[in-house]
Structure formats: C-alpha cells, structure tokens
C-alpha cells in the first residue's frame, strides 16, 4: 500500500535561509507522482511541484526544488531563500499508476508546520 | 485561469442535519475528487468521479453519499450530521487522461457542526 512519511511536525528557519522539508514515500508501483503542496492559515492547497518517478533530473519550480532520490524513495522538498510568507503547513502527496491516464487519488503525508522567522 | 469552484465556504450545521457541498471543476477537467481535512490532520481521500461514475472510494461514511452530474460539477451529501464531522472539505479536478497527474483544489468548504 502506499504511504507518505514526513517526520517533522515543525520547522523554523530563518528569513533568507533555505530549509529542506523530508518526505519518504512507500509504494510497490513503477509509475507514480509526488507533489508538494502549500497550505497557508487560511485553508487553501496550493500546488508547489511535481517529479514523476521517470523522470531523471529533480524538478524546481523559482525557488522550490524537489531532491529525488529514488532508491531512497525520497522526495525532499528544498526551499530557497526563506520569505516570511513561507509559513505555511506543507504536505508531500503521491499518485500511483499515474501514466495511462490513470484517475487515482493523491494520498498525503502529515505535514510538516514551517515557521519563517525575521 | 478558472478554477475549482466550491460552495458554500462555510456551513454551519447541527447534530443530526444534512449538509450538501457543491463543486465545480476546472473546465474540461472530467475527474472530481473529495477529500475530508479534520482540525490539525492531512487530508483525507473520501470518493473520487471519472466521466460521472464512480472511479475510487476512500474513507467516506455511510452517511455520506457523492456524485457528479452531466455538466462535470459533483455534490457531496452529508446526512445525520456529526460533531466529528466538522472539517474543511476540498474538492479537486484533474484532466483524466494526464500523464502530469495534478490535482487543482477548490479553495474548501468549512463544515462546522453544532
């Protein structure tokens, strides 16, 4: 079965920092896609990145970027230069069988709370 | 761009009520999904639709039910309300044949339950 795994609940870091968010992921599926989502105090989820797991190189997206390492099964998210309006829950998702225009659904990790101190 | 539509943002409701929310996806998007937020935990996967049938079922009560009509936007029912039942409710929609695999949130549906 599948399952997300973010070991830390909270995170400090300081204005103008980089700050690296893990996340392990579980799955006997060749074909799946992790993704990162942003969600602030006030509720919505927003998209961060995506790495399909053929792809080879680590995706980024300004100043976020995802460091696969996929024997690991690992999908850490690495944000640059911290700005206060970071602060935000942030959840590691994964699809399987996500090619051939597969429906599944995304399943989350826990989250991990990051606080971005001036 | 438009975006995942969902109504009401807030509902308050008591114990034992029913509760309908409403989702409109993305255009040309046919694949809506619901998940269910408690306070402090991850979301969680309650149903999903593809070309109005349905493609997955989560964790969703008994007591709930779901749909998705002709026109793409989908309903969650929600009936014998419980306390528990308080939570921000997403709907999401992705193209179904996407080798991308995005899923676009609504901006949520918060259910208070009294």
């Known amino acids: 079965a599948q399952k997300i795994t973010q070991t830390q609940p909270g995170m400090f870091v300081q204005e103008k920092e980089a700050v690296t968010l893990d996340c392990t992921y579980d799955t006997s599926d060749q074909s799946y896609g992790l993704f990162w989502y942003k969600q602030p105090s006030s509720g919505e989820m927003i998209f961060l990145i995506y790495?399909?797991?053929?792809?080879?190189q680590n995706a980024t997206e300004g100043r976020y970027s995802l460091n696969f390492q996929k024997a690991r099964k690992s999908a850490n998210l690495v944000i640059s230069a911290s700005q206060l309006g970071d602060s935000a829950m942030y959840f590691c998702?994964?699809?399987?069988?996500?090619?051939?225009?597969?429906?599944?659904?995304?399943?989350f990790g826990t989250g991990t709370l990051l606080a971005v101190q001036p | 761009a438009a975006g995942v539509i969902q109504s009401p943002r807030h509902l308050i409701k008591e114990k034992r009520e029913t509760a309908t929310l409403k989702c409109y996806p993305i255009?040309?998007?046919?694949?809506v999904y619901w998940y269910q937020q408690g306070p402090g935990q991850d979301p969680q996967f309650l149903i999903s639709?593809?070309?109005?049938?349905?493609?997955d079922k989560g964790s969703i009560p008994d007591r709930f039910s779901a749909q998705q009509f002709s026109d793409y936007h989908s309903e969650l029912n929600m009936s014998s309300l419980e306390l528990g039942d308080s939570a921000l409710y997403f709907c999401?929609?992705?193209?179904?044949?996407?080798?991308?695999?995005?899923?676009?949130f609504g901006e949520g549906s918060r259910l208070t339950v009294l």
């Open positions: 639709f593809y070309e109005k049938m349905q493609s």
């Open positions: 999401a929609s992705s193209p179904g044949t996407t080798n991308t695999g995005e899923l676009f």
């Open positions: 255009p040309r998007h046919d694949t």
């Open positions: 998702a994964m699809r399987e069988k996500l090619y051939g225009g597969a429906t599944n659904k995304l399943i």
């Open positions: 790495q399909g797991s053929y792809d080879e």
